[in-house]
């Protein structure tokens, strides 16, 4: 079995004061939990942090301020070590939606003072009883929308409050078969192997076949949307994507762990690639862009069945010169 009970203690304890603390009491809560020289980070336009101080004055009580009542409603919640580092490291992952009362403005997004939430997914690195690196990645495109904003054109995929699995049983609060966790590995490598290569030279839909079941969800990002099946997510997602781009480089992760039946990664950025082709309803720019993503998987089997994804969509189009939170005209 896996054991990694002290470390999703420590992050679940350290959410029980995140979550009830207010606006102004964050310092202190990051204070007694992380190290000293602490890494946060975050989506455009937070990106990089190094102390408890700016990650709470920046990030955590603007929007606990924004979102009144805010509540932690998780879906997932696993731990492992880290393949990147050669199972050195232990994070704990989290995903799930902030949900509150949308009362204050945020990121100037005018309040609707309805229940708004707001996407994210965490990966924590847990040494000597203290979190000493934070990936927070969120959504707030899909924030804007529920604000009545129209970040992007419409989009491939369908755009939707992402559910958790299917199963209802992604929270491993404790410890897991450990043979159950290497199979979800070898699921997700061999997946990153097929992807890698960017064009397999057997059809998409084939490829895919290789490591995805036939009924796969695909929970994407707002302004890509999800989408059901590997034909519909090779018509409205992948395929798009990969004629859209072109100079994709390796593929880097800073983490990649598994258990249980699920798994996930991260980069900063996990890829680049130059926006060659029309994307999103946008033409091409032919300037490269960074890809900051986590990917979380469920397996069922010996394939994948669903996977959630967050990209900094905000952050690779002001790359290509294109401020998403101007253009919506966020008042």
Request: aromatic share 12%.
């Amino acid at each position: 079995m896996s054991d990694f009970q002290q470390e999703k203690n420590i992050v679940l304890e350290f959410y029980e004061a995140l979550d009830s603390a207010r606006p102004g009491e964050v310092e202190g809560v990051l204070k007694g939990a992380v190290v000293a020289d602490y890494i946060w980070r975050g989506f455009y336009p937070f990106d990089v942090h190094t102390s408890s101080a700016s990650v709470a004055s920046s990030f955590w009580d603007p929007l606990k301020t924004s979102l009144s009542s805010l509540q932690r409603r998780m879906d997932i919640f696993f731990a492992g070590r880290n393949q990147m580092d050669d199972y050195s490291s232990v994070w704990v992952v989290s995903m799930g939606h902030l949900t509150g009362l949308f009362d204050a403005p945020w990121l100037g997004i005018a309040p609707t003072r309805k229940i708004a939430m707001l996407r994210y997914a965490e990966f924590n690195r847990i040494i000597d009883g203290k979190i000493a690196e934070t990936a927070m990645y969120f959504d707030i495109p899909h924030l804007m929308m529920q604000a009545g904003l129209t970040p992007f054109p419409p989009q491939t995929g369908e755009h939707l409050v992402q559910p958790g699995p299917m199963t209802h049983d992604g929270l491993l609060f404790g410890p897991q078969p450990a043979a159950e966790g290497e199979k979800t590995r070898d699921a997700i490598n061999a997946m990153i192997t097929d992807l890698g290569q960017w064009d397999s030279g057997m059809g998409l839909e084939d490829e895919l076949r290789r490591t995805w079941h036939e009924d796969m969800m695909w929970w994407g990002p707002a302004g890509i949307g999800s989408t059901y099946t590997i034909e519909r997510y090779a018509e409205q997602h992948s395929g798009p994507f990969r004629a859209a781009f072109a100079d994709r480089s390796k593929t880097r992760h800073i983490c990649r762990v598994t258990e249980g039946h699920f798994g996930g990664f991260f980069g900063w950025p996990n890829f680049t690639a130059k926006l060659a082709g029309d994307f999103m309803g946008r033409p091409a720019t032919g300037k490269p862009g960074e890809f900051r993503v986590i990917d979380l998987y469920r397996r069922d089997g010996d394939k994948l069945a669903e996977n959630w994804i967050f990209i900094d969509l905000l952050h690779f189009w002001k790359m290509q010169g294109v401020d998403i939170l101007e253009t919506a005209q966020i008042k």
